[in-house]
């Protein structure tokens, strides 16, 4: 998804100007886009002309509205969004207050305007607008004294850094002035990987070097995190795999991902993520039921507590038309994130989405149990 234009002003009120690329960011936009809201985009219109002899004939035009949206329907094979409502707008083709359907496809630039964006929407359009957050696989292509920090998507490979040091040659003598360098080296290397790749969306870190650099490289990046407790770089320790590459240039990241290891490390997707936490919650559900809660009661009164760890919430149920329903799940939304907690929005379009959406459509995993949770578990499940 392409972002052209931002304006949200201070009421959290305002525009946003789009263009979708494919089928996934045509799904981001049946997402983003509400009854009540405007949008503005170019239609085909049929108008009828009268002739200097008095026939009538008509054509399509192409013209740009402005609609206040009623209704919306996803064509989920055809990649295309229905936008219906009323023309607000002064047209030369189209009466103010018409009826009008706004077909939204790739590659059509469209214009969105809220009464308040929400900080789930805004959530959205960053995931759907930068393609790191989507790079399911970060790899560092080295040699010694050189390196690539590179983010691969599904079309592309985004080099975040590259690092250059001079390092002395191993001579008699001078090793202890090459160690250094080496270590200065790869210092610089740990510190491009913490600022730029994003633990909660990469599942695997290539390392891919000639002979042994990349080795000496793993030992150090786990050495220097013990030696000062970093958290990130130790609790994602699984997810670095050594393998060879013929230097440490962007065009040997090629033969490193055709090795089998990482081959095998890139079945995991999204949708097997949202399978796992499913999972996970069932297995605490069986084992620490007090840990475990779904139904929109028990969910909020977990969250006033702060004891959400993971909140799971369909991407259906933040479409409800209802106003009040939304600005409270966003609510809930927010607390856990700001107290620490992993809030997964499931695609209604995945079995794990429909698996929720059976199950009230909002559920969580605690930290701790919470008294009196069983007492909101029958109005829970009426209300959902």
């Given amino acids: 998804m392409k972002l052209v234009y931002r304006n949200i002003n201070k009421d959290s009120s305002g525009q946003i100007t789009l263009i979708p690329e494919d089928g996934e960011d045509m799904w981001h936009a049946y997402n983003l886009v509400q009854p009540g809201d405007s949008l503005r985009s170019t239609t085909l219109r049929k108008v009828q002309s009268e002739s200097s002899t008095g026939s009538v004939g008509s054509n399509r035009v192409r013209t740009t509205l402005t609609i206040a949206i009623e209704s919306i329907d996803f064509d989920s094979q055809a990649c295309v969004l229905h936008v219906k409502g009323r023309n607000i707008q002064e047209n030369q083709y189209v009466k103010m207050g018409a009826y009008h359907t706004l077909d939204l496809e790739p590659n059509r630039k469209f214009v969105l305007a809220k009464k308040c964006w929400d900080t789930v929407h805004l959530d959205r359009i960053n ?154 919650f069932y297995k605490t559900l069986q084992h620490e039921p007090d840990k475990a809660c779904y139904g929109l009661k028990q969910i909020e009164k977990a969250s006033a507590s702060d004891a959400i760890d993971v909140l799971m919430i369909t991407d259906m149920l933040l479409r409800s038309l209802d106003i009040a329903l939304r600005t409270k799940l966003v609510k809930i939304v927010d607390q856990v994130k700001d107290s620490g907690g992993v809030v997964r929005v499931f695609s209604s379009m995945h079995v794990s989405g429909e698996q929720l959406g059976q199950l009230t459509g909002v559920a969580g995993i605690l930290r701790f149990a919470v008294p009196g949770m069983s007492d909101s578990e029958d109005s829970s499940s009426e209300e959902d």
Wanted: net charge positive; proline share 3%; hydrophobic share 45%.
């Fill in 127 to 280: 995931v759907a607008c930068d393609p790191t957050q989507n790079a399911d696989v970060a790899a560092v292509v080295m040699q010694e004294g050189l390196a690539h920090v590179c983010l691969v998507l599904s079309s592309m490979t985004l080099v975040r850094a590259k690092i250059e040091t001079q390092i002395p040659r191993k001579r008699r003598g001078n090793a202890q002035q090459h160690d250094k360098g080496v270590e200065k080296f790869f210092d610089s290397v740990m510190q491009a990987i913490i600022r730029h790749i994003n633990f909660e969306v990469v599942k695997c870190v290539i390392l891919a070097s000639p002979g042994f650099v990349k080795d000496q490289f793993h030992d150090f990046l786990m050495s220097q995190a013990v030696k000062t407790d970093n958290r990130l770089i130790i609790d994602n320790k699984s997810k670095f795999i050594c393998v060879h590459a013929s230097s440490g240039f962007k065009h040997s990241l090629k033969e490193a991902l055709l090795d089998p290891s990482v081959a095998s490390r890139l079945s995991d997707t999204k949708a097997t993520a949202e399978i796992k936490a499913l999972q996970d």
